[in-house]
């Protein structure tokens, strides 16, 4: 897949992702486009480490948007986990 694709996967796998998780996140926009792209990869790593199957295979694969959401969802988690710290500890 190419690079216009992997960007779109991940605009979408990031919202996605923010659906699931809703909540305040630091960040806005490009943040969650950052964490989608990254996730996206993330998920189809893993994917091919844990399972050993090659979940990244096309744009309109439901293994690539599964594997997209997952490793977004992920990565959204550890952000909040990381930042969430920081913004506690900033208004005491």
Known sequence: MGIIAWILIG??????????MPGR????????????????????????V???VDSIDGFFDLSTWIAAIIGSVILLAVYRLVTGNK??????
């Open 11 to 20: 605009l979408l796998a990031g919202f996605i992702a923010k659906a699931l």
């Open 25 to 48: 996140d630091p960040g806005g926009i490009i943040i969650t486009m950052l964490i989608g792209i990254a996730g996206g990869l993330l998920g189809g790593w893993l994917g091919k």
């Open 50 to 52: 844990i399972f050993g």
């Open 87 to 92: 913004r506690n500890h900033s208004h005491a």
